[in-house]
């Protein structure tokens, strides 16, 4: 839904479903207690527990995955005016991640050793929670006319990702948009980011093993040199890689561990590697193991070094459909103003948001979390991560608008 004045976008008094300050602070409490207790992709059994008590305390009837952790609930759902194939849905992923929270001054820093809430999947929860809790008062007005599915995926930092057996599931059965946030530590809070196209990249996962007959450092042209093959295929892939693709897809192989030897004297037998692939434009992650396999082949026989390849294939970049992002942006300056916009660079990180996009159209927004006028950095993945949580207003605005606007048009 697209409109081409600012003026024709409907101001926030003809919206309904503000929020209130008492749910507000219950969600601001609600993602408190998911920071102090994170759980890992495809464990979160605590987080889905609390997620259901809540929204059946609303009286409405969420359905926990058949995988275990991770639920849906529709809002609306086969009342007249609602048909099964107009659902909007609004997407969370609820997982932690496995560092440790390091915020030395925080009441509510994570109580589990060597696990932390630092991609604001917490945030993201409670935005669709308290947008899912506002959407159902407005639906027991007679003010929702479209049904609402509100998803809770497990395992995103998992790679391929939860999003692929939430899908498997049936969790876009009906569904014909899909919207999401993700938490932009760039951006102050009180604003989003929208980007049409692609707005993360892709992101795979690359170990390799070398091999080879070993010896001593004395006699290295009797042995496989694999400290050096290990050394070469660090420095020379990424740049083979990059050269076998147009330079604008952004292809690029980043090393993150590499591992062999015990000894000074010692030439290994083994060596290890690993990182990661990501990609910015779809078709060059299509053609990128392919790529990736011959260049490590070519290293590894130049130094008589054997190679084992495993490439774990993660997930493509977001692809913002244009409709779904201006609808998102109407949404925005219906509540907020056009000055509570900005426009967003596409990210190398990944995102398993995009799976969702290979079968509904949809778009991802980037939620600002920073405190405005705070100049210290602190990135996403970090044990220090935390946020303004005034941005979960400003999602659950969003959400609730984007509701709304969708339903009317």
């Not at 003809?14 to 495809?42: I, K, Q, Y």
């Not at 809770?152 to 969790?171: D, H, S, T």
């Not at 290293?299 to 609808?327: C, Q």
Request: charged share 25%; hydrophobic share 40%; glycine share 10%.
């Amino acid at each position: 839904m697209s409109r081409e004045t600012e003026a024709d976008v409907p101001g926030d008094a003809v919206l309904p479903g503000a929020l209130s300050e008492s749910l507000f602070g219950e969600l601001v409490t609600f993602r408190r207690d998911l920071h102090m207790h994170p759980e890992l992709g495809n464990q979160e059994f605590r987080t889905t527990a609390a997620i259901k008590a809540r929204l059946e305390k609303a009286g409405l009837k969420p359905r926990v995955l058949t995988v275990g952790t991770g639920l849906v609930c529709d809002i609306g759902m086969g009342e007249e005016g609602g048909g099964a194939d107009g659902v909007l849905a609004l997407r969370a992923d609820i997982d932690a991640l496995p560092i440790p929270d390091t915020k030395s001054e925080c009441a509510y820093r994570s109580t589990v050793p060597d696990r932390a809430h630092a991609c604001g999947h917490d945030v993201h929860t409670a935005v669709v929670l308290g947008a899912g809790l506002v959407l159902a008062e407005l639906h027991g007005q007679g003010l929702l006319p479209r049904p609402v599915r509100l998803i809770f995926q497990p395992a995103e930092e998992v790679l391929p990702g939860g999003a692929a057996e939430v899908i498997e599931c049936g969790a876009l059965d009906g569904v014909r948009r899909i919207i999401a946030v993700h938490c932009d530590p760039r951006v102050d809070a009180g604003r989003i980011g929208l980007r049409q196209g692609a707005i993360t990249s892709a992101c795979d996962r690359l170990e390799i093993a070398l091999d080879g007959p070993g010896g001593h450092t004395a006699r290295p042209h009797l042995t496989t040199d694999l400290v050096t093959a290990a050394a070469r295929v660090v420095t020379d892939v990424p740049a083979l890689v990059a050269r076998r693709v147009d330079s604008r897809s952004g292809l690029a192989v980043t090393w993150g561990r590499i591992e062999s030897g015990h000894a000074p004297n010692v030439i290994p037998q083994h060596a290890e590697l690993s990182g990661t692939v990501r990609c910015l434009d779809i078709e060059a992650w299509r053609q990128a193991p392919d790529i990736v396999h011959a260049a490590i082949d070519e290293v590894a026989t130049m130094h008589r070094a054997k190679s084992e390849i495993t490439y774990v294939r993660g997930v493509p970049p977001v692809v913002n459909d244009p409709v779904v992002t201006e609808l998102l942006r109407d949404a925005m300056i219906a509540r907020r103003g056009a000055e509570s916009i900005e426009t967003t660079e596409q990210s190398l990180g990944g995102e398993d948001f995009s799976w969702y996009l290979e079968h509904v159209p949809g778009a991802l927004a980037r939620l600002g979390v920073r405190v405005p006028g705070e100049r210290t950095a602190r990135d996403l993945h970090q044990g220090d991560f935390d946020a303004d949580e005034r941005a979960i207003r400003v999602g659950v605005e969003l959400f609730t608008a984007a509701a709304l606007l969708d339903a009317a048009g």
